[in-house]
């Protein structure tokens, strides 16, 4: 009896429980786009981007409810936590996905797999849109001729240096792989308390230029199938140049190895660092940080091996819709946003680029030295990581961090590690096809 | 058992169906068996209700996922039911016995032995003080314990923070390590030293607290017979205080145990917690295998692994705990 009665509670309450997931069938269902009134988007903005973007969203969505009439909620969510919150949503299906959210280009394969995203190609020709989209970002977010969502602002690494340091001493930024171990071999000799140039172990796209700039790749895609290439003797020997920096040359100190990009800034800050990668909104955050340290700062592209320009990653976010209630609705925001006035305008507030071409040139044109050499890495040497739902797990499970700290320490060789990596990745390769 | 000792209770009204008749009897009985059923699960209702929805329901849906291999789709994801090959993946691999049961086991064992002895001696020591320098030291060591563990984890690994933290300074002064050249982060008995200590500070206190109530609870007089007899400070510890408060040592180490086999923020908070597999424990590796790998399965496999090593230590605990309990008396 006793048995029974558990049983029931149990199978009554997991069967109410499970009917709590389904209850609330949509409403707002089609409608005339333009006509939004009484509608409201749900809209989710990553936190951090903008240092204050409230006002910007109270602009943006102000001009949004004059043209359409329909209101806007913007959530704002953490870099850290997304990736989790986002799955949990596309699980829930239409209901609890927002309308439009800002999604990081690694992760536009991983979510457009599930069937959350709307394919925005025709959209966006139909706009005229899509001849002035920049290259690399529009082919982010392009999986199978599928375009989802709209490019809104991007960003990509060079080097990053104190200027004052470098005069001193009479150094001129690098411009081959030679001149860059020379110049941090004598930084090193100079201003022995500081670091030359952080091999940071934790920062995954401190090392890929060094695999591009010796016209290796991370993989390769041979007949719609991944396979990896990170153990490819050029690749192996630009991850041996990077990490021998540290291991050999010492320009690096032991304690980078477990060092994110988020201790280097802090370093940098405390003016320990001579010349490191960073990205095109560091120099800005850093003086931020540290007022000092204004007027002593340039940038330059990061050089390939022997010379040019290594390929750095362009990495941004995309404003896509997804397969909510309100589609239509939704893509006239991301268009509002991602478009003129207010896509220059944020670009502007976070001292990042706009997905456009046209916007990218206007902010090269500026000639803030501090602005352009990022604004011709990123037209002339802005690479992708694979385009493959699997590599956002790669990304997640640190192979390439795990492959570099391993090295790092000692417990591999490079070929080892190198072999090791590629062999993780192509599992996950396999798993996602 | 109750319904044992409600049996034997339920004839006794029947003394007066002489007067008021057979059926009517008959309906009363019924009426208080139907009570002493129903009143005691509805006056659990809500609790179970509770638990079943915090506990029960999720504990059902990770042992579903562990033997799923699962996808996520829009609108619900996708599981395809792969029997136990979860599990067989699992527990055929390397990395997994090499570095997740080891570190996991060890740094258990280390944190629940040091949490114990520590928190005793602390407990020990408040037992001595007086009133004013017992409310000092207490409130010191609820400091310790009142402090988040992230906060807490973020302040070791400042003060472990290779080359420029204040050990590894102090160290280098010493002459035992050369700074410039030791990151403590990327070794694993560092690492996990590390990360004992933090586990073993921020769970001291409550052992401390526990023992102190038990300890209370003893009579002086066994310890003023034991002095008579000539026992010193040791004997007396061995022989009256540990066999009187054994229960709360049992308390304390099953809880303990539960608690340290499944830490989980002190260590993935550290650097380089989650890009060096040597470093991983059950906690961080089936977070990261679900959330990270988007192996969903895998990742509640090793959660269900967890559980039953968990079950198993408790089951065995209370054991000991309950033939103790007969052999007393």
């Known amino acids: 009896m006793r048995k029974i009665v558990i049983g029931a509670v149990a199978v009554a309450m997991t069967m109410g429980l499970a009917a709590c997931g389904s209850d609330d069938d949509g409403k707002d269902k089609g409608g005339d786009a333009l006509d939004g009134k009484g509608k409201t988007l749900k809209v989710w903005i990553m936190e951090g981007t903008n240092p204050d973007a409230k006002p910007f969203f109270k602009e943006l969505n102000a001009a949004f409810e004059k043209k359409t009439g329909a209101k806007v909620k913007v959530e704002y969510q953490q870099w850290a936590t997304a990736q989790k919150k986002f799955t949990t949503a596309i699980e829930g299906g239409a209901d609890q996905v927002p309308d439009v959210a800002e999604v990081g280009t690694t992760w536009v394969p991983q979510f457009a797999k599930t069937g959350a995203l709307v394919d925005v190609t025709g959209d966006v020709k139909k706009a005229g849109l899509d001849s002035d989209l920049v290259e690399g970002l529009k082919d982010a977010g392009t999986l199978d001729g599928k375009q989802y969502g709209m ?104 304690k980078a190895t477990t060092w994110l990009e988020t201790d280097v800034a802090a370093e940098f800050t405390k003016g320990k660092v001579a010349m490191t990668i960073g990205g095109n909104w560091t120099p800005k955050a850093l003086m931020a940080e540290a007022p000092e340290l204004e007027g002593k700062l340039a940038a330059a592209p990061i050089p390939g091996k022997d010379g040019g320009l290594a390929k750095s990653f362009l990495g941004g976010s995309y404003l896509s819709t997804f397969n909510g209630h309100n589609k239509e609705l939704a893509w006239e925001y991301v268009k509002l946003a991602t478009t003129g006035e207010f896509a220059t305008k944020w670009a502007e507030q976070t001292n990042y680029f706009p997905g456009t071409n046209s916007g990218v040139q206007a902010m090269a044109d500026k000639k803030d030295p501090l602005v352009e050499p990022f604004a011709k890495q990123m037209i002339e040497g802005g690479a992708t ?6 590599y956002g797990e790669i990304q997640a499970t640190k192979v390439i961090v795990k492959m570099v700290q391993s090295i790092l320490k000692g417990d591999m060789s490079v070929q080892e590690a190198a072999d090791k990596a590629a062999e993780e990745m192509d599992a996950a390769f396999a798993k996602s096809e | ?150 906060t807490g984890t973020q302040v070791w ?20 390590i050369d700074p410039a050249t030791t990151n403590w982060f990327t070794e694993r008995l560092p690492f996990y030293a590390i990360a004992t200590l933090n586990v073993v500070h921020h769970g001291f206190p409550f052992v401390a607290i526990t023992v102190l109530a038990g300890l209370v609870t003893i009579p002086k007089e066994l310890y003023e017979a034991g002095m008579i007899d000539g026992a010193n400070a040791w004997q007396r510890f061995w022989k009256i205080t540990v066999p009187a408060i054994r229960p709360v ?56 692994i967890l559980t039953l090593i968990l079950l198993i230590i408790t089951l065995v605990y209370i054991r000991t705990l309950f033939k103790q309990g007969e052999e007393d008396l």
């Open chain 1, 151 to 254: 490019p809104w602002y991007a960003g990509v690494r060079s080097i990053v240096y104190r200027k004052d340091i470098f005069e001193k001493h009479h150094l001129k930024a690098p411009t081959t792989w030679k001149e860059l171990r020379d110049t941090a071999i004598a930084l090193k000799k100079a201003e022995p308390g500081m670091t030359a140039f952080p091999v940071a172990g934790g920062a995954e796209m401190f090392t890929a230029p060094f695999v591009w700039g010796n016209g290796g790749q991370l993989a390769v895609e041979e007949g719609g199938k991944w396979k990896s290439a990170i153990n490819s003797p050029e690749a192996v020997e630009g991850l041996k140049f990077y990490t021998d920096l540290a291991l050999k040359d010492k320009v690096s100190p032991v």
């Open chain 1, 385 to 390: 990581v694979p385009k493959s739902p699997a």
């Open chain 2, 1 to 150: 058992m109750e319904e044992t000792l409600t049996a034997p209770a339920a004839p006794a009204p029947s003394k007066e169906p002489a007067r008021s008749g057979r059926t009517e009897s008959e309906k009363a009985l019924r009426k208080k068996r139907r009570v002493a059923i129903t009143r005691p699960w509805t006056l659990l209702a809500p609790s179970l209700v509770v638990l079943a929805g915090l506990l029960l329901w999720p504990l059902i849906q990770v042992g579903k996922l562990s033997l799923q291999s699962y996808e996520v789709k829009f609108g619900g994801g996708v599981g395809t039911w792969t029997g136990f090959d979860n599990y067989r993946a699992l527990l055929s691999q390397d990395e997994f016995w090499k570095y997740v049961v080891a570190n996991t086991v060890f740094f258990a064992v280390a944190c629940v032995v040091l949490t114990i002895v520590l928190g005793t001696l602390v407990a020990l020591l408040l037992n001595r003080l007086g009133t004013v320098w017992r409310l000092i030291c207490g409130s010191a060591i609820m400091a310790a314990w009142a402090m988040p563990a992230v």
């Open chain 2, 157 to 176: 690994v400042w003060i472990f923070a290779p080359e420029d933290g204040i050990a590894p300074k102090l160290a280098g002064s010493l002459g035992l």
């Open chain 2, 249 to 304: 040592f049992m308390v304390v180490g099953i809880l303990s145990t539960i608690w340290d086999f499944k830490v989980f923020t002190q260590i993935f908070m550290m650097p380089g917690a989650d890009s060096q597999e040597e470093m991983l424990n059950i906690g961080t590796y089936s977070y990261l295998k679900a959330f990270a790998a988007d192996d969903y399965g895998t990742g509640a496999a090793s959660a269900v």
